[in-house]
Protein backbone atom coordinates (compact mmCIF):
# COMPACT_ATOMS: atom_id res chain seq x y z
CA UNK A 1 0.00 0.00 0.00
CA UNK A 2 2.97 2.29 0.92
CA UNK A 3 4.30 1.46 -2.16
CA UNK A 4 1.24 2.35 -4.45
CA UNK A 5 1.17 5.92 -2.43
CA UNK A 6 4.46 6.59 -2.97
CA UNK A 7 3.38 5.62 -6.64
CA UNK A 8 0.33 7.75 -7.24
CA UNK A 9 2.57 10.96 -5.35
CA UNK A 10 5.28 10.72 -7.72
CA UNK A 11 3.37 10.21 -10.71
CA UNK A 12 0.92 13.67 -9.62
CA UNK A 13 4.14 15.59 -8.88
CA UNK A 14 5.69 14.90 -11.99
CA UNK A 15 1.95 15.08 -14.24
CA UNK A 16 0.31 18.01 -12.52
CA UNK A 17 1.14 21.18 -13.66
CA UNK A 18 3.36 23.49 -11.32
CA UNK A 19 1.71 25.56 -8.83
CA UNK A 20 2.86 29.02 -7.88
CA UNK A 21 4.22 29.13 -4.33
CA UNK A 22 6.16 30.57 -1.95
CA UNK A 23 7.78 33.79 -3.50
CA UNK A 24 5.75 33.43 -6.88
CA UNK A 25 2.42 33.53 -4.87
CA UNK A 26 3.43 36.25 -3.30
CA UNK A 27 4.65 38.21 -6.73
CA UNK A 28 1.77 37.41 -8.31
CA UNK A 29 -0.74 38.86 -5.27
CA UNK A 30 1.46 41.91 -5.14
CA UNK A 31 3.31 41.11 -2.19
CA UNK A 32 6.27 43.84 -1.90
CA UNK A 33 9.66 42.15 -0.59
CA UNK A 34 9.48 43.75 3.13
CA UNK A 35 6.34 41.69 3.04
CA UNK A 36 7.59 38.31 2.28
CA UNK A 37 10.52 38.33 4.91
CA UNK A 38 13.79 38.13 4.61
CA UNK A 39 15.57 40.50 2.11
CA UNK A 40 15.92 40.05 -1.48
CA UNK A 41 17.14 42.55 -4.26
CA UNK A 42 15.77 43.78 -7.13
CA UNK A 43 16.77 41.80 -10.61
CA UNK A 44 17.05 43.94 -13.52
CA UNK A 45 16.48 43.03 -17.29
CA UNK A 46 19.04 44.62 -19.33
CA UNK A 47 20.02 45.24 -22.93
CA UNK A 48 22.53 46.12 -25.03
CA UNK A 49 22.69 50.25 -24.99
CA UNK A 50 21.63 50.65 -28.69
CA UNK A 51 18.33 48.38 -27.94
CA UNK A 52 15.45 50.50 -29.10
CA UNK A 53 13.08 48.52 -26.34
CA UNK A 54 12.69 50.58 -23.13
CA UNK A 55 9.43 48.82 -21.91
CA UNK A 56 8.28 45.04 -22.07
CA UNK A 57 5.23 43.75 -20.33
CA UNK A 58 5.58 40.91 -18.26
CA UNK A 59 3.90 38.82 -20.75
CA UNK A 60 6.25 39.88 -23.63
CA UNK A 61 9.36 38.89 -21.46
CA UNK A 62 8.24 35.65 -20.58
CA UNK A 63 7.68 35.17 -24.56
CA UNK A 64 11.44 36.41 -25.27
CA UNK A 65 12.66 34.29 -22.22
CA UNK A 66 11.03 31.04 -23.84
CA UNK A 67 12.35 31.55 -27.07
CA UNK A 68 9.00 32.73 -28.38
CA UNK A 69 10.44 35.66 -29.83
CA UNK A 70 13.19 35.79 -32.67
CA UNK A 71 13.77 39.33 -33.09
CA UNK A 72 13.42 43.09 -32.18
CA UNK A 73 11.40 45.59 -33.49
CA UNK A 74 14.25 46.82 -35.42
CA UNK A 75 15.42 43.30 -36.83
CA UNK A 76 18.20 42.55 -34.70
CA UNK A 77 18.41 38.64 -33.59
CA UNK A 78 17.28 38.30 -29.85
CA UNK A 79 20.36 36.91 -28.30
CA UNK A 80 18.74 35.37 -24.67
CA UNK A 81 22.00 35.00 -21.76
CA UNK A 82 21.25 33.44 -18.81
CA UNK A 83 23.59 32.73 -15.30
CA UNK A 84 24.00 28.74 -15.23
CA UNK A 85 21.42 26.11 -13.35
CA UNK A 86 21.38 26.51 -9.71
CA UNK A 87 21.90 30.50 -9.77
CA UNK A 88 19.79 31.93 -7.45
CA UNK A 89 19.02 34.64 -10.02
CA UNK A 90 18.47 31.60 -12.16
CA UNK A 91 15.92 30.32 -10.09
CA UNK A 92 14.04 33.47 -9.85
CA UNK A 93 13.64 33.98 -13.37
CA UNK A 94 12.35 30.22 -14.15
CA UNK A 95 10.25 30.57 -11.27
CA UNK A 96 8.67 34.04 -11.77
CA UNK A 97 9.18 34.98 -15.78
CA UNK A 98 9.05 31.41 -17.09
CA UNK A 99 6.70 29.72 -14.44
CA UNK A 100 8.87 26.39 -14.78
CA UNK A 101 12.25 24.36 -13.17
CA UNK A 102 14.73 23.33 -14.64
CA UNK A 103 14.17 19.91 -15.95
CA UNK A 104 11.07 21.95 -17.78
CA UNK A 105 12.90 24.88 -19.55
CA UNK A 106 15.32 22.14 -20.36
CA UNK A 107 12.48 20.33 -22.18
CA UNK A 108 11.11 23.22 -23.42
CA UNK A 109 14.52 24.13 -25.31
CA UNK A 110 14.95 20.55 -26.39
CA UNK A 111 11.18 20.46 -27.81
CA UNK A 112 11.74 23.88 -29.63
CA UNK A 113 14.53 23.58 -31.07
CA UNK A 114 13.81 20.25 -32.58
CA UNK A 115 10.76 21.19 -33.69
CA UNK A 116 12.02 24.66 -35.28
CA UNK A 117 9.83 26.62 -32.94
CA UNK A 118 12.93 28.03 -31.32
CA UNK A 119 15.85 28.70 -33.18
CA UNK A 120 18.52 29.56 -30.45
CA UNK A 121 19.15 27.95 -26.49
CA UNK A 122 20.42 30.65 -24.23
CA UNK A 123 24.22 31.75 -23.69
CA UNK A 124 24.84 30.63 -20.04
CA UNK A 125 27.70 32.47 -18.61
CA UNK A 126 28.57 32.42 -14.90
CA UNK A 127 29.37 35.37 -13.60
CA UNK A 128 27.28 38.89 -13.14
CA UNK A 129 30.38 40.55 -14.74
CA UNK A 130 30.03 37.72 -17.92
CA UNK A 131 26.97 38.85 -18.03
CA UNK A 132 27.39 42.66 -18.47
CA UNK A 133 30.33 42.15 -21.08
CA UNK A 134 28.15 39.74 -23.21
CA UNK A 135 25.20 41.92 -23.47
CA UNK A 136 27.58 45.12 -24.01
CA UNK A 137 29.00 43.23 -27.00
CA UNK A 138 26.17 41.61 -28.19
CA UNK A 139 23.42 44.38 -29.60
CA UNK A 140 20.34 41.87 -29.62
CA UNK A 141 21.15 40.27 -26.06
CA UNK A 142 18.91 40.57 -23.48
CA UNK A 143 19.63 39.30 -19.86
CA UNK A 144 19.24 39.34 -16.15
CA UNK A 145 21.54 41.31 -13.13
CA UNK A 146 20.80 41.69 -9.70
CA UNK A 147 20.36 45.76 -9.57
CA UNK A 148 24.19 45.67 -7.59
CA UNK A 149 25.80 44.35 -10.29
CA UNK A 150 23.87 47.14 -12.80
CA UNK A 151 26.53 49.70 -14.72
CA UNK A 152 26.11 51.90 -17.69
CA UNK A 153 27.36 49.55 -20.10
CA UNK A 154 23.98 48.15 -19.79
CA UNK A 155 20.66 49.86 -20.10
CA UNK A 156 17.58 48.53 -17.78
CA UNK A 157 13.99 47.85 -19.14
CA UNK A 158 10.84 48.76 -17.72
CA UNK A 159 8.63 45.46 -16.72
CA UNK A 160 4.95 46.78 -17.10
CA UNK A 161 6.41 50.67 -16.93
CA UNK A 162 8.15 49.72 -14.00
CA UNK A 163 11.56 50.27 -12.88
CA UNK A 164 13.65 47.94 -10.20
CA UNK A 165 13.31 51.28 -7.73
CA UNK A 166 9.80 51.73 -8.94
CA UNK A 167 6.84 50.27 -5.97
CA UNK A 168 5.24 47.11 -7.09
CA UNK A 169 8.34 45.99 -9.56
CA UNK A 170 7.92 41.95 -9.79
CA UNK A 171 11.40 40.33 -9.54
CA UNK A 172 13.16 40.24 -6.52
CA UNK A 173 15.48 37.66 -5.91
CA UNK A 174 16.91 36.87 -2.48
CA UNK A 175 20.00 37.84 -0.61
CA UNK A 176 22.49 35.39 0.12
CA UNK A 177 23.64 34.77 3.07
CA UNK A 178 27.75 34.37 3.77
CA UNK A 179 28.56 32.64 6.25
CA UNK A 180 32.25 33.80 7.36
CA UNK A 181 33.04 30.97 9.68
CA UNK A 182 33.75 28.67 6.84
Known sequence: ????????????????????????????????????????????????????????????????????????????????????????????????????????????FLRGLFTGEILLSPKLLATPSGVKKFVFNVPGAIGYLRMSDVDDSVKMVRIDNLLPTDKGYKLHTQLQVVNETE
Open 1 to 108: MHRLTAVLMTLALTVLPPTHTGRAAASLAGETPEQLGGSSEPLVIVVNRTNPVDNLSFSELRTVFLGGRSHWANGRRITLVMRGPGDPERKTILRDVCGMDEDQLKTH
